[in-house]
């Protein structure tokens, strides 16, 4: 094709992205490693590896709401299989006979195989893209198999970033049929034999058959070809640097993310040297971005904007201030807005306690999002500031449940609720600060063991006359049925 011009893509495309690549990780690193993380554990490795297999690659999520879910698996395989049809191409721009060595040439059976999946998954990527457009355009947001579809709105985020997101794989996908079918139309030209349908190149063939009945010159065919090729391998690169910049960048970071993964099986995370934490006077829970562990900055990348956690949370569904998806954006949006703040213009790193945390404002920021954030729960700063009041209202992250119905929908397997935990703890043990009707609670635990505040004589009550057996009654039982704290 041209090696020059190849040449000239791929070192400006890569360059770019190498150059926010390391923005990203460089910001990533402002957080601390996950104590829970350690591969050494026996089955450690292996636990991980199969929820990656299950979760990312296969996408057993996904399917919980049905269009947009089975859209998107087509999509991401199309993504998997046509990656190694992009490296294949971008090595035609050098020779235009490449091939792997002849291992992908259509007259290889390996070859054959790899073109009837690659183009049965472009299709699949072609048929994904269209039903996201009928999502969005026409049902402004809401799939019908949405759980909540009678009840609520759009869940997803709307707006036109995601539509030129389509665009680019949609007409990726048609280009890679486009220089196909009129790469076979000029081979059976060359070699004067008929154009014929092939079960290895089912799309490509048909439009090779449809150009040869046309009767479509070896001009146009040429330019078709070199539109086909340029505008496949291209924007792939493309492609590749947006995804930094917008809700895209999870088709990078899902796999670590979800490798990363914290299986705490409904336990809450430990906080881990609390008497020397005390003694240092550090954070003991999360006070500021710089908080959140590596596993929690890559949330804030992973997150889609696909609204699934909202839609399944009781608080945002009985109208509180908390909104899982927002808050996930509200900390991804200060992280980014932080950046400069944290680095400089330079690399120069400076101190996040050096900067004052100024009052909230009461403008809610906007969101990119469908529903809308709940109003005046979530603002922003260019300062790293403390993240209660300043970039969450207080009210965001007591209205929690913990119940983790927003980590059980999320695809992308991104924890919420330690996050929230980590922020009442830094609110309570650090600052002191908490809603007035937990202080009954906090003088009952205090007093008498338990939130309720009853005392040790009058905690077995509730049992009179229900003729329920006590260990005091029976000290050699073998099992104790513990029936709450109360």
């Known amino acids: 094709m041209s090696p020059i011009g190849m040449t000239l893509v791929l070192l400006t495309t890569l360059g770019f992205f190498s150059w926010s690549a390391k923005r990203r990780v460089r910001q990533l690193k402002v957080g601390v490693p996950d104590p829970d993380f350690d591969l050494s554990r026996p089955g450690e490795l292996f636990d991980r590896v199969k929820t990656l297999t299950i979760y990312a690659f296969f996408q057993k999520k996904m399917p919980n709401y049905s269009i947009a879910g089975f859209a998107h698996v087509g999509i991401f395989m199309a993504f998997q299989v046509l990656l190694l049809n992009s490296i294949m191409l971008w090595g035609r721009g050098f020779d235009p006979t490449f091939d792997f060595w002849g291992l992908l040439s259509t007259d290889h059976i390996v070859g054959q195989g790899y073109s009837l999946i690659k183009e049965?998954?472009?299709?699949?990527?072609?048929?994904?893209?269209?039903?996201f457009w009928y999502i969005r355009l026409v049902k402004k947001g809401v799939d019908h198999g949405d759980p909540k579809y009678s009840q609520r709105g759009a869940r997803m985020t709307l707006g036109n970033?995601?539509?030129?997101?389509?665009?680019?794989?949609?007409?990726?996908?048609?280009?890679?049929?486009?220089?196909?079918?009129?790469?076979?139309?000029?081979?059976?030209?060359?070699?004067?034999?008929?154009?014929?349908?092939?079960?290895?190149?089912?799309?490509?063939?048909?439009?090779?058959?449809?150009?040869?009945?046309?009767?479509?010159?070896?001009?146009?065919?040429t330019v078709l070809q070199h539109v086909g090729f340029w505008w496949h391998s291209a924007f792939v690169l493309i492609f590749l640097n947006i995804l930094?910049?917008?809700?895209?960048?999870?088709?990078?970071?899902?796999?670590?993310?979800?490798?990363?993964?914290?299986?705490?099986?409904?336990?809450?995370?430990?906080?881990?040297?609390?008497?020397?934490?005390?003694e240092r006077e550090e954070s003991l829970g999360i006070n500021q971005i710089s908080d959140l562990t590596y596993k929690g900055i890559l949330d804030l990348y992973t997150c889609t904007e696909c609204g699934r956690c909202s839609d399944n949370c009781p608080a945002f569904i009985t109208n509180k201030k908390l909104s899982p998806k927002h808050l996930t954006l509200a900390l991804r949006n200060h992280l980014y807005d932080t950046e400069e703040a944290m680095f400089g213009k330079g690399d120069t790193v400076t101190d996040p306690k050096d900067d004052a945390a100024p009052a909230p404002s009461d403008d809610v920021v906007e969101m990119h999002g469908n529903p809308p954030p709940p109003e005046g729960a979530y603002f922003e700063s260019s300062q790293v500031v403390d993240l209660v009041p300043n970039i969450l209202h207080p009210d965001v992250i007591w209205a929690c449940t913990s119940c983790r119905a927003c980590e059980e929908q999320c695809p992308v397997m991104?924890?919420?609720?330690?996050?929230?935990?980590?922020?009442?703890?830094?609110?309570?043990?650090?600052?002191?600060?908490?809603?007035?009707?937990?202080q009954t609670a906090f003088n009952?635990?205090?007093?008498?063991?338990?939130?309720?505040?009853?005392?040790?004589?009058?905690?077995?009550?509730?049992?009179?006359?229900?003729?329920?057996?006590?260990?005091?009654d029976t000290p050699d039982a073998e099992v104790l049925y513990w029936v709450g704290c109360a």
């Not at 899902?254 to 906080?271: E, T």
């Open 120 to 131: 049965l998954a472009a299709g699949a990527a072609v048929l994904g893209a269209c039903a």
């Open 161 to 221: 970033e995601p539509n030129v997101i389509l665009g680019i794989i949609f007409t990726m996908m048609v280009a890679d049929f486009l220089y196909v079918g009129a790469s076979v139309a000029i081979q059976h030209a060359a070699e004067g034999t008929p154009v014929h349908w092939t079960w290895y190149e089912p799309i490509g063939s048909v439009l090779a058959l449809i150009f040869s009945g046309m009767d479509v010159g070896q001009a146009p065919l």
């Open 244 to 278: 930094p910049f917008s809700k895209h960048f999870h088709i990078i970071t899902v796999i670590p993310n979800v490798f990363a993964y914290q299986r705490r099986h409904n336990a809450l995370p430990k906080v881990e040297d609390l008497e020397g934490k005390v």
């Open 414 to 438: 991104i924890t919420y609720v330690d996050k929230i935990i980590g922020m009442r703890r830094e609110e309570v043990m650090m600052k002191n600060e908490f809603p007035a009707q937990l």
């Open 444 to 472: 009952g635990i205090e007093t008498n063991g338990n939130p309720w505040n009853i005392s040790a004589m009058d905690r077995a009550d509730w049992a009179d006359g229900l003729d329920v057996p006590l260990m005091s």
